[in-house]
């Protein structure tokens, strides 16, 4: 009989599309008490660019393939856990004390929960710990007006919420009063970038409150379209109800100047509907720019110092996802390729 102290600690770290998940892990990461972590990422789409920037930190960095964790990938899930505890007891993977999962923005947190729950060796050898919902201090207020659902649901299982974005949110502290009132039991804290990593699974922390959920199935019906391979562009489209994700991955280097232009037009036309975007784009530099917007908001672009793992093996070719509600991909495709790629309409 395991007892509850040496299983291993799981915490899941969820938060809407673009809230700064990622972010946080690559700093957590860092710090000296999350060093022995494995990490599972789940993204919405075809293109794992999180993972990228997140694997160079932690050697056990495991991308789940697209996919919403708490529906439609959620027995890659538990296999992928299996594997990973299984190599763990065998020293074919660095020693990890505990993991942490990234979910998508789209995902609800008590399904995964339920997975791990409903697993018998999975529930022997892991403990639920924390879960932390990250939430963008830019635009939460506007999520909580709309009551956004599952936005709603990541902040309501959550056992404590990071505002993110706190250093660029004029209004944070107000949303922080106002989800106060709302989880009065529920720790926030503000959080910028320069912020030090918070510890999120603490000794004392409370197990999460999402360990009572039912086994719950999340009502959500993907879809999803074979990648179609034309001259120097891949796409493939990924879609839930309205929302879809377009990933591009493209092989010739792209001309920042139209990218730019391009990609002002687009969220002038349509801001409101592009919910996230992101990429690694290789623009004819020594090195790649990480590029990253949510809804109307272009964060600066960043010059990497290196080209992660999978954009160099496969050449430098640039990688763009673009997350959209209400948008036909198919014709953001086509002007992409039109206006940065120069192609022919
Ligand atoms: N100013 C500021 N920017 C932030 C902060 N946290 C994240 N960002 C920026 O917000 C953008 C999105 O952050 P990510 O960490 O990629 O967000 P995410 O939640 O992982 O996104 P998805 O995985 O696509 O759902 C990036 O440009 C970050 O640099 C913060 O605390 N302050």
């Not at 919403?68 to 505890?85: F, H, M, P, S, V």
């Not at 763990?88 to 791990?116: C, D, K, M, S, Y």
């Not at 910028?192 to 009572?212: I, K, Q, T, V, W």
């Not at 092989?251 to 730019?260: C, E, K, L, Q």
Request: hydrophobic residues 45%; negative net charge.
């Amino acid at each position: 009989m395991i007892s509850p102290s040496s299983k291993t600690p799981v915490i899941i770290l969820t938060g809407f599309l673009g809230a700064g998940k990622t972010t946080l892990l690559q700093k957590i990461l860092r710090a000296e008490h999350y060093g022995d972590s494995a990490v599972l990422i789940n993204e919405f789409g075809e293109i794992g660019i999180d993972q990228q920037l997140v694997a160079p930190i932690s050697p056990n960095t495991i991308l789940l393939s697209s996919g919403c964790l708490c529906c439609q990938i959620r027995g890659e899930l538990k296999q992928a856990l299996l594997d990973l505890l299984d190599q763990r007891a065998r020293g074919q993977v660095p020693h990890f004390q505990r993991i942490i999962i990234e979910t998508t923005g789209l995902a609800e947190p008590t399904p995964i929960v339920a997975t791990l729950q409903a697993d018998p060796v999975l529930c022997h050898q892991l403990s639920i710990r924390h879960i932390s919902a990250v939430v963008d201090a830019v635009n939460g207020a506007q999520m909580l007006a709309q009551q956004h659902p599952v936005w709603m649901q990541q902040i309501i299982a959550a056992d404590s919420i990071l505002l993110a974005k706190s250093d660029i949110a004029p209004a944070a502290a107000h949303l922080r009063e106002q989800l106060r009132r709302l989880l009065p039991h529920t720790p926030i804290l503000m959080h910028s970038l320069n912020d030090p990593a918070p510890e999120l699974d603490a000794p004392g922390a409370s197990p999460a409150p999402a360990l009572a959920a039912t086994a719950e199935t999340a009502a959500c019906a993907h879809g999803h379209e074979a990648a179609e391979s034309v001259e120097s562009v891949e796409s493939a489209i990924h879609r839930q109800g309205h929302v879809h994700s377009l990933s591009l991955n493209i092989d010739t280097p792209i001309d920042w100047i139209a990218f730019s232009v391009w990609l002002s037009a687009l969220l002038h036309a349509h801001g409101a509907a592009i919910w996230r975007l992101k990429g690694i784009l290789n623009v004819g530099e020594a090195y790649p720019v990480l590029i990253n917007g949510v809804q109307h908001m272009i964060y600066p672009p960043q010059h990497l110092a290196d080209w992660p793992e999978d954009t160099r093996q496969a050449g430098r070719r640039s990688q763009l996802v673009i997350i959209a509600n209400g948008l036909d991909p198919e014709r953001i495709e086509a002007s992409f390729r039109r206006h940065v790629l120069g192609e022919a309409a």
